[in-house]
């Protein structure tokens, strides 16, 4: 099934925010620090929480980074102009 069930999505969606609220609040936190502390409040179990290059991905897909901080995602690599043609 392609996109699958909308019950899914809004779960990996509530987990995903968690993680974000979580290491909003504690930006000293490892990906595996994050996991553990997604099981310890319940949110998921051993079997079902993401895995620690998933919650990397998500920290740096949000626009997270070092020191809790947000990545200014707006500002656009500027290419600098060649003096010369080829």
């Not at 609220?21 to 996991?35: C, F, G, T």
């Not at 553990?36 to 319940?42: A, G, H, N």
Request: with cysteine; aromatic share 2%; hydrophobic share 35%.
């Amino acid at each position: 099934q392609i996109g699958g069930s909308p019950r899914a999505r809004l779960t990996v969606q509530a987990v995903e925010k968690e993680i974000v609220i979580a290491y909003e609040e504690n930006p000293h936190l490892s990906p595996a620090e994050l996991r553990d502390l997604l099981i310890q409040k319940e949110i998921c179990t051993k079997g079902n929480a993401p895995t620690v290059p998933a919650i990397k991905r998500l920290i740096g897909s949000k626009g997270l980074g070092v020191g809790g901080g947000v990545i200014p995602q707006t500002k656009k690599m500027e290419r600098k102009r060649l003096s010369y043609s080829i």
